[in-house]
């Protein structure tokens, strides 16, 4: 079951190491642990490869974008360098996890970026600091992790619930998951389609999202060509909460993102 999350994490964590993307992608706990093994889906130390990334712009008047992005990643036996986000492993068991996350995210909305943004308040990148855990059991991975913005910019929290299922068969993997985002009212406003009075006009009025709950679901897929290859495909979609998705400036009523790539070790 370790060895099978770790899939999840390779090609992720290429996806977040651009500044460009605006894309929110979440895909439950990323691995706890990898493998030093030519078959697994990841192995122990540095992966190098890139992405493409196509997805749903969340603000109107924003275009929906494909990117192509080059990156690196990090597994260790406690540190985890995943593209825009570490991880810490101060205690893993065969049932358990805990440890300690930080990530940075990346802005999202620049008013330049469109005349119907125009008089918003560009929304800039954050330093988001927590904890989390998983519980490993024979049939599912199930995370819980806490953070917060800890550099004064949306100061705002956020708290996933995730379940991951997943299925293995010699190099290939499939691995369904679901669960819930619950941002706090700061978080979600500064990021996710609040307006304020200052940026409200006679098209755009005001908007309060208050707390907001979006469950997400995703599937993942990998594939060990060789001891040094491996491919990915997956897909992930949040359900905005009918606060977010109500929004004047939001587009859409979720957030749909496809990623494909490949990866080297050595």
Same mark, same amino acid.
């Given at each position: 079951?370790? %060895?099978?999350?770790?899939? &999840?994490?390779?090609?992720?964590?290429?996806?977040?190491?651009?500044?460009?993307?605006?894309?929110?992608?979440?895909?439950?706990?990323?691995?706890?642990?990898?493998?030093?093994?030519? =078959?697994?889906?990841?192995? =122990?130390?540095?992966?190098?490869?890139?992405?493409? &990334? @196509?997805?749903?712009?969340?603000? $109107?008047?924003?275009?929906?974008?494909?990117?192509?992005?080059?990156?690196?990643?990090?597994?260790?036996?406690?540190?985890?360098? *995943?593209?825009?986000?570490?991880?810490?492993?101060?205690?893993?068991?065969? +049932?358990?996890?805990?440890?300690?996350?930080?990530?940075?995210?990346?802005?999202?909305?620049?008013?330049?970026?469109?005349?119907?943004?125009?008089?918003?308040?560009?929304? =800039?990148? $954050?330093?988001?600091?927590?904890?989390?855990?998983? *519980?490993?059991? /024979?049939?599912?991975?199930?995370?819980?992790?806490?953070? @917060?913005?800890?550099?004064?910019?949306?100061?705002?929290?956020? *708290? *996933?619930?995730?379940?991951?299922?997943?299925?293995?068969?010699?190099?290939?993997?499939?691995? /369904?998951?679901?669960?819930?985002? %619950?941002?706090?009212? =700061?978080?979600? +406003?500064?990021?996710?389609?609040?307006? @304020?009075?200052? $940026?409200?006009?006679?098209?755009?009025?005001?908007?309060?999202?208050?707390?907001?709950?979006? /469950?997400?679901?995703?599937?993942?897929?990998?594939?060990?060509?060789?001891?040094?290859?491996?491919?990915?495909?997956?897909?992930?979609?949040?359900?905005?909460?009918?606060? %977010?998705?109500? @929004?004047?400036?939001?587009?859409?009523?979720? $957030?749909?993102?496809?990623?494909?790539?490949?990866?080297?070790?050595?």
């Amino acid at each position: 079951m370790t %060895i099978n999350r770790n899939a &999840v994490a390779v090609l992720t964590a290429l996806v977040l190491t651009s500044a460009c993307a605006r894309a929110d992608v979440d895909l439950g706990s990323i691995d706890i642990l990898s493998r030093d093994n030519p =078959k697994s889906p990841v192995p =122990k130390g540095f992966v190098v490869g890139g992405v493409a &990334v @196509s997805g749903q712009a969340r603000y $109107e008047a924003q275009d929906n974008n494909t990117w192509a992005i080059p990156g690196a990643l990090y597994f260790g036996d406690q540190l985890m360098y *995943l593209g825009d986000r570490a991880r810490y492993y101060f205690h893993f068991d065969d +049932n358990f996890a805990v440890y300690g996350y930080g990530r940075y995210r990346f802005g999202n909305l620049d008013p330049d970026d469109a005349d119907a943004l125009h008089g918003m308040h560009k929304r =800039k990148g $954050e330093f988001e600091a927590g904890v989390g855990g998983t *519980l490993i059991t /024979p049939y599912a991975l199930l995370t819980a992790r806490f953070a @917060s913005d800890v550099t004064g910019r949306s100061n705002g929290q956020e *708290l *996933l619930l995730w379940a991951d299922f997943p299925i293995m068969k010699d190099n290939l993997l499939v691995m /369904p998951g679901m669960g819930m985002m %619950i941002r706090s009212d =700061k978080m979600a +406003n500064y990021y996710f389609g609040g307006v @304020s009075s200052a $940026e409200a006009t006679p098209q755009r009025k005001e908007w309060d999202t208050g707390t907001t709950f979006s /469950p997400m679901a995703a599937v993942v897929s990998t594939y060990r060509f060789s001891p040094h290859w491996m491919g990915l495909f997956a897909a992930n979609y949040e359900f905005y909460d009918k606060d %977010i998705a109500n @929004s004047p400036i939001v587009q859409h009523n979720g $957030e749909l993102y496809v990623i494909a790539g490949v990866g080297y070790t050595w």
